[in-house]
C-alpha cells in the first residue's frame, strides 16, 4: 500500500523543503539518497504532485536509476516514453530528449 504523504508529517516537512529548493533557481541539483524502506520514493511523489499542482513545469518525470545494472539508454527509452516520443533509433535518444524537453 502506498503512503499518503499527508499522514506522516515529517515526510510532509521534507516535501515542503524540496519544494522550497525546486523553486531556487540558484540550485541546480538535488540529491536524494537514504536506507531503503525511509521514504525517499514516497517524498519525491509528494514532491512531484505538488510540483505539478503549482505548476512551476511543463513537465514533470520520475525516473528510478538503480544501483545495480544501471542501463543509460534503457532510462533514456523510459523518458522518451513518458515525453510520448517515439523512436526506432536508440542512438538518438538524448537528443530527442533534448529536443523534446526544448518544446
Not at 506522516?8 to 524540496?18: A, D, F, I, K, T
Not at 519544494?19 to 524502506?37: A, M, N, P, T
Not at 536509476?65 to 536508440?90: A, F, N, R, W
Request: charged share 25%; proline share 2%.
Amino acid at each position: 500500500s502506498q503512503t499518503n504523504i499527508v499522514q506522516v508529517p515529517s515526510l510532509r516537512q521534507h516535501v515542503e523543503r524540496l519544494l522550497e529548493y525546486v523553486q531556487d533557481r540558484s540550485i541546480k541539483k538535488i540529491g536524494i539518497w537514504g536506507l531503503f524502506g525511509v521514504g525517499k520514493t514516497t517524498i519525491l511523489e509528494g514532491l512531484k504532485e505538488e510540483v505539478e499542482k503549482l505548476r512551476l513545469f511543463d513537465v514533470v518525470l520520475q525516473v528510478a536509476v538503480p544501483k545495480e545494472s544501471y542501463d543509460l539508454c534503457k532510462m533514456q527509452c523510459e523518458i522518451l516514453k513518458d515525453l510520448g516520443v517515439q523512436t526506432e533509433h536508440q542512438n538518438q535518444a538524448e537528443n530527442l530528449i533534448s529536443s523534446a524537453l526544448a518544446g
